[in-house]
């Protein structure tokens, strides 16, 4: 079953602008990664963030975590046509303090950036 | 520094048939997990290794099995296809389970007719 639900399903912007998407998720988690797909491809490792961190940056790319409200978000700015995939993000369950390497993913955001 | 590999890429097969796929980690990697994507289920947890030792397996009938090397290369092996089992397998290697980053491999389009 899926943990995470992002939203929106589809986003279509225009190069330039800025693409914000979000995913929540249901249980204590030790991290969250966001992904990345093109065109059912393997997926690209964007960023990961952890369950004590509230905030991380990487080039373009700008992930908050508010693990209070069980949800995180992705923003990339200044967005590219080469921006165009699917994105998902992708939880790591805290059981009991430890992983057990089981990602959960979300059914993803599929982004279109138009030249 | 070399990704994460898997073999083949493209894979058909025939009901009955039965398949197994090959993932090799990233150098010094010891934690392979196997991910099941396909467009109604989405990306589904298959299992997981680490140390050759299977230690979280997905809601996944026992047709599908897998192990892990002590060069920590990972094979998945399903038996007796069934079309539902058409998808794209992706392998994933981190250096240790938890808190660190996941790396995907390029999949195996695996189709069954």
């Known amino acids: 079953s899926q943990q995470g639900e992002e939203d929106p399903q589809a986003l279509s912007i225009q190069e330039g602008e800025n693409a914000t998407m979000n995913c929540s998720y249901k249980t204590s988690i030790n991290n969250l990664q966001w992904y990345r797909q093109n065109s059912g491809r393997g997926l690209v490792h964007l960023i990961l963030?952890?369950?004590?961190?509230r905030e991380k940056h990487s080039g373009r790319l700008r992930v908050t975590l508010d693990t209070s409200k069980k949800s995180s978000s992705l923003l990339i700015t200044a967005s590219r046509a080469a921006d165009t995939a699917s994105y998902f993000c992708?939880?790591?369950?805290?059981?009991?303090?430890?992983?057990?390497?089981?990602?959960?993913f979300g059914q993803g955001t599929i982004l279109t950036v138009h030249p | 520094k070399a990704g994460v590999t898997q073999t083949p890429r493209y894979l058909i097969k025939t009901r009955g048939q039965q398949v197994t796929l090959s993932c090799s980690p990233i150098?010094?990697?010891?934690?392979v997990s196997w991910y099941q994507q396909t467009p109604g289920q989405g990306l589904q947890f298959l299992f997981e290794?680490?140390?050759?030792?299977?230690?979280n397996k997905g809601n996944f009938p026992g047709r599908f099995s897998g192990r892990q090397f002590s060069n920590s290369r990972s094979e998945m092996n399903v038996s007796t296809l069934e079309l539902g089992d058409s998808a794209l397998y992706l392998c994933?290697?981190?250096?240790?389970?938890?808190?660190?980053?996941?790396?995907f491999g390029q999949g195996t389009r695996l189709t069954v007719v």
């Open positions: 992708a939880t790591d369950e805290d059981a009991g303090g430890t992983s057990y390497g089981k990602l959960t």
């Open positions: 963030i952890r369950s004590n961190e």
């Open positions: 290794y680490f140390s050759e030792t299977q230690r």
């Open positions: 994933a290697s981190s250096l240790s389970p938890g808190n660190t980053e996941a790396f």
């Open positions: 150098s010094g990697h010891r934690s």
